[in-house]
């Protein structure tokens, strides 16, 4: 098996045992719903919720190890907990709160990767919202690849629905004006 989905694969089976809610979002999700592309690394959201995310962090810490000294304080003021599988995978652990978050977690499903090997990932709409929402230069390419690959089958108005409050709450507008644009020109919004 590829070290990348090995790694993913006992991540995930740490959530599974410990009835934690997750799913697999960045690189590996774009495997499924994009333009497959190199990707060293697995993104996560583990939904902790605010005020519980010790817990998790003191679980994770035991199974995996950290990939800068004091993880936990910086996941604790970040959110994020950065770690590392044996086999040099890093890992982004995501430590979800915001309801969107939620969502994501519960409208994820298997995407079956190989024998042995099924990963929970968000679905293709909640990747688009992730990747507008980050709005770096490849993330647009890639909202780009999921909606020329994906098209009639994408829910827009679901889009739309979750990003334009997280586009407002980080104050730039121009996020949801740019998805417009792609989805105009690459997707359903651009079809008579």
Not at 22 to 28: E, K, S, T
Not at 132 to 151: N, P, T
Request: hydrophobic share 45%.
């Amino acid at each position: 098996m590829i070290p990348l989905f090995r790694a993913a694969l006992e991540l995930q089976e740490l959530c599974l045992r410990n009835r934690w809610p997750f799913c697999f979002i960045g690189g590996l999700a774009l495997q499924r719903w994009g333009e497959p592309r190199y990707t060293d690394d697995v993104d996560i959201t583990l939904f902790t919720d605010f005020g519980a995310e010790k817990q998790f962090i003191d679980v994770l810490l035991k199974a995996f190890p950290e990939r800068m000294p004091n993880a936990a304080a910086f996941a604790l003021r970040a959110r994020v907990l950065l770690l590392r599988h044996p086999n040099g995978i890093p890992f982004d652990i995501a430590l979800g709160g915001l309801p969107f978050e939620a969502r994501t977690v519960e409208r994820s499903s298997l995407w079956h990767v190989t024998d042995g090997c099924d990963l929970r990932t968000c679905c293709a709409e909640d990747l688009i919202v992730h990747k507008s929402f980050a709005a770096r230069g490849q993330d647009w390419v890639d909202v780009e690849h999921i909606i020329q690959r994906q098209g009639e089958k994408l829910n827009t108005d679901l889009i739309i629905e979750e990003l334009e409050p997280l586009a407002a709450l980080k104050e730039q507008p121009e996020i949801l004006a740019q998805l417009r644009r792609l989805l105009q020109t690459y997707g359903p919004l651009g079809k008579p």
